[in-house]
């Protein structure tokens, strides 16, 4: 499956919209962009995933670019519970992904 | 919907030792995948199977490493013999087909000393 590419960290402030993008260049026409987020020890907890369309459900909304190259995960209104490591993926081989830290 | 079952939580060995990992599928979920997470080399992807049969174990680090599914609700991981650079947390995880999400169980912390 394709290469993602992502930043290692990020922070954002409580109450803000946390974006985290990802860069997946190599994607193939039929493969999803799925995200995942990891909560310490954890086994990873799936978030959202879409293909050419925009997408959101009651955790967060992802916009995948018009040529599917990146996309951008977006916590409309993050909370301290959000910090945790976040991965997107194509398929099934996970990345570094981000670790992100919400600051109150 | 009890999630992907994984025992035990936490497995404490000595190296050299046989070690076997378990894991139980969502029911009706097809697909099974073994991951294996470390400090060093993150999430890594050993093997998964596809309707009780291996598809990719390109991931699998060596002979030592084996992996079975009997049936659609339950595979094991053996380590035989076990080795410190084993330690690390194995991560099981199902999915209805092979292009659904994952769903991940809770891990077993493997420590070999």
């Known amino acids: 499956d394709a290469k993602t590419t992502q930043p290692t960290s990020m922070d954002c402030a409580e109450g803000r919209a946390a974006n985290l993008p990802c860069n997946h260049s190599?994607?193939?026409?039929?493969?999803?962009v799925y995200w995942y987020r990891q909560i310490h020890s954890q086994g990873p907890q799936y978030i959202i995933h879409g293909l050419k369309n925009n997408e959101t459900n009651e955790m967060a909304s992802l916009i995948i670019t018009e040529d599917r190259k990146s996309s951008t995960l977006i916590l409309p209104h993050a909370t301290l519970r959000d910090t945790a490591v976040y991965y997107c993926?194509?398929?099934?081989?996970f990345g570094t992904g981000t670790r992100l830290t919400i600051i109150p | 919907d009890a999630g992907v079952i994984q025992s035990p939580r936490h497995e404490v060995t000595e190296m050299g030792q046989e070690v076997t990992l378990r894991c139980k599928p969502i029911s009706g979920h097809n697909s099974l995948f073994w991951y294996r997470q470390t400090m060093m080399r993150g999430l890594e992807l050993l093997i998964y199977?596809?309707?009780?049969?291996?598809?990719?174990d390109s991931g699998m680090p060596e002979d030592r490493f084996s992996a079975k599914m009997p049936n659609a609700s339950f595979s094991t991981l053996k380590i035989q013999p076990s080795e410190p650079r084993d330690s690390a947390v194995y991560f099981c995880?199902?999915?209805?087909?092979?292009?659904?999400?994952?769903?991940f169980g809770n891990g077993t912390r493997l420590t070999v000393t």
């Open positions: 993926i194509a398929l099934k081989s």
């Open positions: 190599t994607i193939s026409g039929n493969e999803y």
């Open positions: 199977f596809n309707n009780n049969v291996p598809i990719d």
């Open positions: 995880a199902s999915r209805v087909t092979l292009s659904s999400p994952l769903h």
